[in-house]
C-alpha cells in the first residue's frame, strides 16, 4: 500500500469509527415470516448473481415483505442495463468519496432505513459496502462469513463462493429460525 492510499485508509477509518460509534441499533432475530421490510445489498453483480438477486427480491416480495436493494458497481459509470430497475439503486466509483465514504442521498436513506433483516449478497468484499452494511440501523444483519464480519447471522460459503449458494442457504437458516 501506498502511502497516500496509507492515509486515505487511516482517515476512513477515523470517520467510520466517528459514525460508528453514534449508531444507535436494537438487534432483534428474525426470520421470513416474522419480517416486514428487508434491505438487499450486494456488489458487482454479473449477468448470473444479478438475475440471482432480482429472484431473491422477487421472492421476498412475495412472501410480504417490502424490499428495496442497493447495489454497488466498481466501475467510474453505472451500465445502462442495470439503471431504471424497480425497487434497485446503484451507486458505483463516483459516488464515494476519496476515502471510500458514499456520499450520494440514496445510500444515506439506505443506510438510515430501519430493515427488519439486512441481506448482505456480496461475495467481494469492497470497503464501500461494508461501511454501507456495518452501519445500517436494520435490526439483523444477513450474510457471508468472512474476517471482521458485522452481520448477525453468518453462512459460510467457502465451498460454493456464488451469491446463488448464499440465497440458498439464508433461505435455509432463516426457515429454521424459530421466533
Known amino acids: ?26 438487534v432483534n432475530t428474525h426470520n421470513l415470516k ?21 429472484g431473491f427480491l422477487s421472492y421476498l416480495s412475495e412472501n410480504n415483505l417490502k424490499v428495496i436493494a442497493l447495489g454497488y458497481i466498481p466501475a467510474k459509470k453505472i451500465p445502462e442495463h442495470f439503471l431504471m ?34 441481506f448482505d449478497l456480496s461475495t467481494r468484499i469492497y470497503p464501500t459496502v461494508n461501511y454501507v452494511g456495518t452501519l445500517s440501523k ?8 468472512c474476517k471482521n464480519s458485522y452481520q448477525d447471522l453468518t453462512i459460510d460459503i467457502s465451498k460454493n463462493n456464488s451469491v ?15 421466533n
Open 85 to 118: 430497475r424497480k425497487g434497485i439503486n446503484f451507486y458505483c466509483k463516483k459516488d464515494i468519496n476519496w476515502y471510500n465514504k458514499p456520499k450520494n442521498g440514496v445510500i444515506e436513506e439506505f443506510i438510515n432505513q430501519e430493515f427488519d433483516i439486512l
Open 1 to 26: 500500500m501506498s502511502y497516500i492510499e496509507n492515509i486515505k485508509s487511516k482517515i476512513g477509518k477515523y470517520h467510520f469509527n466517528n459514525r460508528l460509534k453514534k449508531l444507535k441499533r436494537q
Open 138 to 145: 436494520a435490526s439483523f444483519k444477513v450474510g457471508k462469513l
Open 34 to 54: 416474522t419480517a416486514q421490510t428487508a434491505g438487499i445489498l450486494f456488489n458487482s453483480p454479473d449477468k448470473d448473481s444479478f438475475e440471482d438477486v432480482k
Open 164 to 178: 446463488a449458494y448464499l440465497i440458498e442457504q439464508i433461505k435455509h437458516y432463516l426457515n429454521l429460525l424459530n
